[in-house]
């Protein structure tokens, strides 16, 4: 299988994944850049210029018992030569000990690599993971106090989103991003200037209305960049510390260029750095950081 052949399988896969998952929340492409540049790829018969892994994730709510139903999220990364080796994915659910959880994902890599090595493989995964998952989970979770909030578990994934604009000038889009944060309770920070970079984190329900707003906006070019997605099995608490930043605010670094609208791209990565994001850098500028 040539390269192409293998991008092609790739973006024919996740066409079959989207009309089997066709719920907003169902599939979510976490890398939006990724999927442009295979589409471009493919488009243009090279993979010059492909520097991204797809990477998606998958929700699917299982019932573990008669009266309990659980998200299961799929992480997926599709490496460049894929389907010749086997995807990167990972299951999480809030249900799972890290025991648990850990076993599961041995035991469908085994699978995977038994019955699945060279065909595109993601919805016999999802197959796998929904005839499977519940032996998974102990009976102590299915009664604990935690197993309410478990079911709900947008409550229990904190989201990180990473946006890239192609610019942002305009004072009022600066307004309403500082205040729909504040008013999502969402922590991060957004750099204005070209380009413009906006980062969001905090419950999932929260961070995808920021998100709906706003891409409503008009912009020249807008998406997400990098998406994340960490589920939890504790507390509102627990989630809270695995915060990044602890508020929400506007960071203007140091201008330069012609018309004044151009940051340091230096500051931006020490800052990030600083939050423990810094390999966030590399991944919305293609460059390491200095």
Sequence with gaps: MTAIEQAEA????????????????ELIVNDQLALAELKDCIEKRTMEGRSSKVYFTINMNLHISEEVMVVFSLACVLPFKYPEVLPEITVRSALLSRSQQS??????????????????CVLNATEWVRE????YVSRDALSSPTTES????????LTRLWIYSHHIYSKWKRKNILEWAKELSLSGFSMPGKPG?????????????FWSRLRKLTWKRILIRHR????????GDEMERQRKFSTFEEKVFSVNGGRGNHMDFGQLYHFLNAKGCGDVFQMFFGVEGQ
């Design 10 to 25: 790739q973006l024919s896969e996740l066409d079959l994944l989207a009309s089997m998952f066709p719920g907003e929340s």
């Design 103 to 120: 076993q599961l994902n041995t035991d469908l890599t085994a699978y995977l690599r038994k019955n699945c090595l060279g065909d595109v």
């Design 132 to 135: 499977h998952a519940s032996s």
């Design 150 to 157: 478990a079911v709900q578990p947008v409550d229990l994934v």
């Design 197 to 209: 970079v906006v980062c969001v984190e905090g419950p999932q329900s929260a961070c995808e209305e």
């Design 228 to 235: 994340e997605d960490i589920p939890f099995d504790g507390t």
